[in-house]
């Protein structure tokens, strides 16, 4: 193999697929990433067994061939070099780099060994824009629940319908909804549950750059197409609960109040909750047109502040996590938000006051 291409490109390659190469002892070979030459371009593809990464990077091919070396210091390596051409020549499994003033072997394994990442038969597609995708996974992954002994709920439910994709996560004590229009319409109704971990990598690789996304799936795997970087992963198996009993369905108390006013109270309060505890009472008073938010610990003092508020209903008191109460506020992309109660013990629900499809519903902490 010899191939030559610019020192940008190739770190740019390396830094989208050697992200996902593991430190693994029992396969050293997954510590490493495959260089492919061939067709006038060069490969790069990493995997740890449950995603796989593949990148192409225009290039002068000059004899194809293949090898795999380690990916991070290659990686690092290369991202040290400056902005010029790189020569990249096998030699009797050692990859051999050099450019104007630099000349460096690194010890590579023969591709026959490297693991190979399946390709996706897709049987389902859609397209989304980018930004939208990442604004979506971004708003509900930090509901998954990293819990391999609730594999369904360890990931990010894609579920389509019609001519919109919903992404939804849930760890039990708070759940994430996500709707997200389309220009065309999906080819029928189907949903999957993307492994939380995948989204993670999704979420890092996706960049401005990026105008559109393609998502195609089978039953078993999902490949993610984002520019010249492909995402291959398994599919977790399993039925996604069925999320939409727990969305109380009306409210006896619904109060909007201004969003970066409300963030900023309960982030004062948070200061002053128990250790280990994080409970915060939100505490509404309808006829004032008031919401209350109070936290209390012994060891630091207590925190009492009074905002005001649009309330329809009644009076009402809530105890919420002020860790997942803030996830939620954080992710609601308008001015205002709506906080809907219906008894300290039933969910709370949390929208945007506008036309942004989110949901958020958090369960109360009981006192």
Do not use: W
């Given at each position: 193999?010899?191939?030559?291409?610019?020192?940008?490109?190739?770190?740019?390659?390396?830094?989208?697929?050697?992200?996902?190469?593991?430190?693994?002892?029992?396969?050293?070979?997954?510590?490493?990433?495959?260089?492919?030459?061939e067709?006038?371009?060069?490969?790069?593809?990493?995997?740890?067994?449950?995603?796989?990464?593949?990148?192409?990077?225009?290039?002068?091919?000059?004899?194809?061939?293949?090898?795999?070396?380690?990916?991070?210091?290659?990686?690092?390596?290369?991202n040290?070099?400056?902005?010029?051409?790189?020569?990249?020549?096998?030699?009797?499994?050692?990859?051999?780099?050099?450019?104007?003033?630099?000349?460096?072997?690194?010890?590579?394994?023969?591709?026959?060994?490297?693991?190979?990442?399946?390709?996706v038969?897709a049987?389902?597609?859609?397209?989304?824009?980018?930004?939208?995708?990442?604004?979506?996974?971004?708003?509900?992954?930090?509901a998954?629940?990293?819990?391999?002994?609730?594999?369904?709920?360890?990931g990010?439910?894609?579920?389509?319908?019609?001519?919109?994709?919903?992404?939804?996560?849930?760890?039990?004590?708070?759940?994430?909804?996500?709707?997200?229009?389309?220009?065309?319409?999906?080819a029928?109704?189907?949903?999957?549950?993307?492994?939380?971990?995948?989204?993670?990598?999704?979420?890092?690789?996706?960049?401005?750059?990026?105008?559109?996304?393609?998502?195609?799936?089978?039953?078993?795997?999902?490949?993610?197409?984002?520019?010249?970087?492909?995402?291959?992963?398994r599919?977790?198996?399993?039925?996604?609960p069925?999320?939409?009993?727990?969305?109380?369905?009306?409210?006896?108390?619904?109060?909007?109040?201004?969003?970066?006013?409300?963030?900023?109270?309960?982030?004062?309060?948070?200061l002053?909750?128990?250790?280990?505890?994080?409970?915060?009472?939100?505490?509404?008073?309808?006829?004032?047109?008031?919401?209350?938010v109070?936290?209390?610990?012994?060891?630091?003092?207590?925190?009492e502040?009074?905002?005001?508020?649009?309330?329809?209903?009644?009076?009402?008191?809530?105890?919420?996590?002020?860790?997942?109460?803030?996830?939620?506020?954080?992710?609601?992309?308008?001015?205002?938000?709506?906080?809907?109660?219906?008894?300290?013990?039933?969910?709370?629900?949390?929208?945007?006051?506008?036309?942004?499809?989110?949901?958020?519903?958090?369960?109360?902490?009981?006192q």
């Amino acid at each position: 193999m010899r191939v030559i291409c610019t020192q940008e490109n190739l770190a740019r390659g390396l830094q989208m697929v050697s992200h996902i190469a593991s430190k693994n002892v029992s396969l050293p070979i997954l510590n490493n990433v495959l260089l492919k030459a061939e067709k006038g371009a060069l490969r790069l593809l990493a995997t740890n067994l449950e995603i796989g990464a593949e990148c192409s990077i225009r290039g002068k091919v000059e004899r194809e061939g293949a090898i795999s070396v380690q990916a991070r210091v290659l990686h690092d390596y290369i991202n040290l070099l400056p902005r010029e051409n790189v020569t990249l020549e096998v030699r009797e499994d050692n990859l051999t780099i050099s450019c104007s003033n630099a000349k460096t072997s690194m010890k590579g394994l023969g591709a026959s060994e490297f693991p190979l990442i399946p390709v996706v038969e897709a049987k389902q597609d859609f397209r989304i824009p980018a930004t939208e995708l990442k604004t979506a996974l971004t708003s509900v992954s930090l509901a998954v629940a990293y819990d391999e002994t609730r594999p369904e709920i360890s990931g990010v439910l894609f579920k389509l319908e019609g001519e919109a994709v919903t992404f939804v996560a849930t760890d039990s004590y708070r759940l994430a909804e996500k709707k997200v229009p389309l220009e065309k319409q999906s080819a029928g109704n189907y949903s999957l549950i993307v492994p939380g971990r995948t989204v993670q990598e999704v979420m890092r690789v996706l960049s401005d750059g990026t105008e559109e996304v393609e998502i195609q799936s089978n039953e078993n795997q999902i490949l993610f197409s984002i520019g010249e970087l492909k995402l291959t992963s398994r599919i977790v198996e399993g039925q996604y609960p069925d999320y939409q009993q727990i969305i109380p369905q009306e409210s006896r108390t619904r109060v909007r109040v201004p969003l970066t006013e409300f963030t900023n109270t309960v982030r004062r309060a948070s200061l002053f909750c128990k250790q280990g505890g994080n409970d915060i009472i939100l505490k509404v008073d309808a006829k004032a047109g008031k919401i209350t938010v109070t936290a209390a610990n012994l060891q630091v003092g207590e925190s009492e502040a009074h905002q005001d508020a649009a309330v329809e209903g009644e009076d009402n008191t809530i105890v919420f996590n002020y860790r997942f109460l803030l996830d939620g506020l954080q992710n609601i992309q308008s001015e205002e938000c709506i906080l809907e109660i219906t008894t300290s013990t039933s969910p709370g629900v949390i929208r945007p006051a506008g036309k942004e499809q989110y949901l958020y519903i958090i369960m109360p902490i009981k006192q």
